[in-house]
């Protein structure tokens, strides 16, 4: 019969169970500090316990929901609501018994109903904890409408009951200030954590000299896994000069692990958003959810691209992943999130991180970023076209080539609130953004084409980046009112003042929006005059529209759109 063994072995080298090394002296000590502490403290606090208990507001809050049902009926045929909301406030003031007592009632956007408290100067208009409201409302839209609350206001932290009152619409509350509930327990909570101050420092110091040397090595590895956590990233714990114990195993155990899931997370990394692939690894559940957020949303489209498909063929994927590489790179610089790729178009939203007007500018960022190197990249094939030329000419078949692989991009880019979130099945789903600022954006890259303009943004965009910063000059290019829509908006064109050459540009749309000014008003003569001093593509735009013609009857200084 094989002889039984006390350890486990990996190879011939046991691995020593490090509870059995301070199991002992933890039992001990903690044995002896509860049993002493908590002998003391049950006999201080028995009674306090109590007294907390009884201190519930169940009854105070039914008579006040009755009240305000009978109230309601008065509302309903008198029509006075302030002599009802009156009554409300006196039976509620009633049962106050503390300094801090209150009750009120609000309704599910937090605007008070009413807000009666027995101290005076704790007034309020509004139910300002919003994390407590949304759970409220969740569980009332899950057909739950009553039960305790926890909430925090400019007095403190409160504590009481709720009941929503389906007449009013609102929520109504009778609570108490906690730390008028807890003040008559100070006495007992400074006696018993007194004691439990000095026995803890005395146990500390008798297990200090004990554990530091068992833990020795169980702090070298918590500080590589402190380094990964600070990094947000898996890495190899050193292991070099650990004893043969189970931690040490456990380490080497990690380590192993750590190189599976890199391999896992650097793929995943390649399919998701980045705030997905964040929020993965901080160990959040990823489930379909979201959110209203106010965010920027960046939308590109490669132009010509039935052209190019037709031209490339199956090689067209390679310019893309080219062209996509630089661009996802500059996207992911400026702080944005790859929120779709469609063929030839890519979506990217700005904000997810960050929240405030610096996802404008970030956006406008990378608009000119990925602009710019499209634009080496067709630099580098015209130099690429010259050195073959010099041996020789290109065929036809060559010079189709060349055209198609010189790719040219719109950006467009609009914000505001928009739904962020994931949506799919539990077995497959994807992240996205929908609204209609997603919406407006690809159409604003639409009108790129229409303006021979890179980039243009809406009216939103130039406010946030405005506000904050003064890199980007805007220049108004036209007020325009797309299919399906009954209202114009206008749109802008930034320029960046910190690339060369921005000036003189600058001064050509000075020029440009004087005309523009003489196109709203009707006054088309001046406008053509002003438009051809400008001198600049998009000045053509509008002299075709014009033609030679006057403004027309009712004229709005709206141009309608008849596609999307």
């Known amino acids: 019969m094989p002889k039984k063994k006390v350890f486990q072995y990996v190879g011939n080298t046991p691995i020593i169970p490090i509870s059995a090394k301070i199991l002992l002296i933890f039992v001990f000590l903690i044995l002896l500090s509860n049993f002493t502490t908590n002998f003391i403290s049950i006999h201080l606090s028995e009674n306090q316990k109590t007294e907390l208990t009884n201190q519930l507001m169940v009854n105070q809050l039914k008579e006040l929901y ?234 590109s489209d490669i132009k010509s691209f039935t052209y190019r498909t037709e031209t490339l063929g199956n090689e067209i994927i390679d310019v893309l992943n080219v062209h996509y590489n630089k661009v996802i790179h500059n996207v992911h610089q400026s702080s944005g999130v790859i929120g779709s790729i469609i063929g030839d178009a890519i979506l990217a939203i700005f904000g997810t991180e960050h929240i405030g007007a610096e996802k404008s500018v970030k956006a406008i960022e990378a608009a000119w970023e990925i602009t710019n190197v499209t634009a080496e990249l067709r630099e580098k094939m015209k130099e690429r076209r010259k050195e073959i030329e010099k041996k020789r000419k290109l065929t036809a078949a060559e010079d189709r080539v060349y055209k198609a692989v010189l790719l040219d991009i719109g950006v467009g880019i609009d914000g505001g609130t928009v739904f962020y979130g994931n949506i799919g099945s539990d077995e497959h789903m994807a992240n996205t953004v929908i609204g209609d600022n997603v919406n407006s954006a690809s159409r604003l890259e639409g009108l790129t084409r229409e303006y021979h303009l890179p980039v243009i943004v809406s009216e939103y965009i130039k406010k946030e980046a405005e506000s904050i910063s003064k890199r980007y000059r805007f220049y108004e290019i036209d007020t325009v009112m797309v299919k399906g829509k009954t209202t114009g908006k206008k749109v802008y064109f930034p320029i960046d003042t910190y690339v060369q050459g921005a000036v003189a540009l600058s001064e050509k749309y000075d020029v440009f929006e004087e005309g523009l000014a003489f196109y709203y008003k009707g006054d088309w003569t001046k406008a053509r005059k002003k438009f051809k001093e400008a001198d600049l593509e998009v000045s053509e735009v509008f002299l075709t529209r014009m033609g030679r013609k006057s403004a027309p009857a009712k004229w709005r200084g709206i141009w309608e759109m008849t596609t999307k």
Request: some cysteine; overall charge neutral; hydrophobic content about 40%.
């Open 66 to 299: 009755i009240n305000a049902g009978n109230q309601y009926q008065i509302y309903s045929y008198s029509k006075e609501r302030e002599k009802c909301i009156e009554s409300l406030e006196k039976t509620s003031k009633s049962g106050f018994s503390q300094k801090n007592s209150c009750a009120f009632a609000f309704d599910r956007t937090g605007k008070m109903l009413f807000f009666i408290c027995s101290n005076p100067s704790f007034k309020t208009t509004t139910f300002t904890d919003v994390k407590v409201l949304d759970k409220l409302n969740a569980d009332f839209d899950a057909g739950v409408d009553q039960g305790s609350i926890n909430f925090t206001t400019a007095n403190g932290e409160y504590y009481g009951v709720y009941k929503y009152h389906h007449d009013w619409n609102c929520y109504f509350v009778r609570a108490e200030s906690r730390s008028d509930s807890i003040k008559q327990m100070w006495t007992v909570i400074i006696i018993t954590g007194g004691i439990i101050i000095f026995l803890t420092l005395v146990f500390m110091c008798l297990g200090f000299f004990m554990f530091n040397k068992i833990f020795e090595n169980i702090k070298k590895i918590t500080n590589d896994l402190y380094e990964m956590q600070q990094r947000q990233e898996l890495g190899i714990i050193n292991i070099d000069d650990a004893s043969n114990d189970d931690i040490t195993y456990l380490a080497a155990s990690f380590n192993a692990l750590s190189v599976s899931v890199n391999n896992l997370l650097n793929t995943f990394k390649k399919f998701v958003s980045k705030d997905v692939v964040n929020k993965a690894y901080a160990n959040n559940p990823i489930s379909l959810e979201g959110m209203q957020r106010e965010l920027t949303i960046l939308f």
